[in-house]
């Protein structure tokens, strides 16, 4: 067996600093995206509101356009483009 020397320390140190700090970075970066969506939730709230305070039918305005949920077109999954 071969004995771990200080260098093959230090890069296993160096790469498991990297990957924390990418984990540190990333995970802020997320809680920045879910406030963003909230608020952008919350604001679409508010025009569902109005509209319906006037009288607009949503349900039948989705149905009638044929707005569903459609999948992405041409839109890899990440591992495939890592």
Not at 5 to 32: M, N, P, V, Y
Not at 37 to 58: F, N, S
Request: hydrophobic share 40%; proline share 2%; net charge positive.
């Amino acid at each position: 067996m071969a004995k771990k020397t200080a260098k093959d320390d230090s890069s296993s140190q160096e790469r498991i600093g990297f990957h924390k700090g990418s984990l540190a970075t990333l995970s802020k970066e997320r809680e920045e995206m879910m406030r963003i969506l909230q608020i952008v939730e919350q604001l679409m709230q508010m025009h569902i509101k109005e509209l319906k305070d006037l009288g607009v039918d949503l349900v039948a305005e989705a149905k009638r356009s044929g707005s569903a949920a459609k999948p992405l077109k041409g839109k890899k999954p990440i591992e495939d483009i890592l």
